[in-house]
């Protein structure tokens, strides 16, 4: 059973950084691309970014290029995303996602808010 | 980048009716659309892949149909179950897009 589970969300201020981490389990992590989605409260959902299974060649939304990066270590089949600069818009909850274009499975969510 | 526009945003309806969901794409994207279901508080949840293919476990009173620019997502008869917000993003190129949702809520 595919598994991913999320971590590091919390309250930070503006300009302020996290980073965020995704354990999966349930599948061969190091050829299966990867990517974050985000859902601001009561909004739709905002793809963020993607990174193939090999971790070579990454894909990111245009609000957040330059400030997030994303990259995985395949030896700990963790996903991480860099968040950098963040501002009040980037408040969401934040997805780990199995797949590089169309996500099969999604971990549960981890709630980013930036407030001062 | 590509815009999807679903409609409606917003639907009323009856266990039992037949619904359309309708996914319209800024410019021709074949196939690659998926369509994803999400209940209150939950991850989202694939239901089609590659605009018709319903992902393992999916009920089959769901479908989807289309190429190019528009698609849709049918439901043939609504269960209790199915209320929802239901997507479609678009997989042809990146970025990655969204539709704005369509919720559906019972009449």
């Known amino acids: 059973e595919v598994q991913l589970l999320e971590s590091g969300g919390g309250l930070v201020q503006p300009g302020g950084s996290l980073r965020l981490s995704c354990a999966a389990s349930?599948?061969?992590?190091?050829?299966?691309?990867m990517s974050w989605v985000r859902q601001a409260p009561g909004k739709g959902l905002e793809w963020v970014s993607s990174?193939?299974?090999?971790?070579?060649?990454?894909y990111y939304a245009d609000p957040v290029k330059g400030r997030f990066t994303i990259s995985r270590d395949s030896s700990k089949n963790t996903l991480y995303v860099q968040l950098n600069s963040l501002r009040a818009g980037d408040t969401a909850v934040y997805y780990c996602?199995?797949?590089?274009?169309?996500?099969?499975?999604w971990g549960q969510g981890t709630l980013v808010t930036v407030s001062s | 980048d590509i815009q999807l526009t679903q409609s409606p945003s917003f639907l009323s309806a009856s266990i039992g009716d037949r619904v359309t969901i309708t996914c319209r794409a800024s410019q021709g994207i074949n196939n690659f659309l998926a369509w994803y279901q999400q209940k209150p508080g939950k991850a989202p949840k694939l239901l089609i892949n590659a605009a018709s293919t319903l992902q393992s476990g999916v009920p089959s009173r769901f479908s989807g149909s289309g190429s190019g620019t528009e698609f849709t997502l049918t439901i043939s008869s609504l269960q209790p179950e199915d209320f929802a917000t239901y997507y479609c993003q678009q997989l042809n190129s990146y970025p990655l897009t969204f539709g704005g949702g369509t919720k559906v809520e019972i009449k």
């Open positions: 349930g599948f061969s992590f190091s050829s299966s691309a």
């Open positions: 996602t199995k797949g590089g274009t169309y996500s099969d499975s």
């Open positions: 990174i193939s299974g090999s971790g070579t060649s990454t």
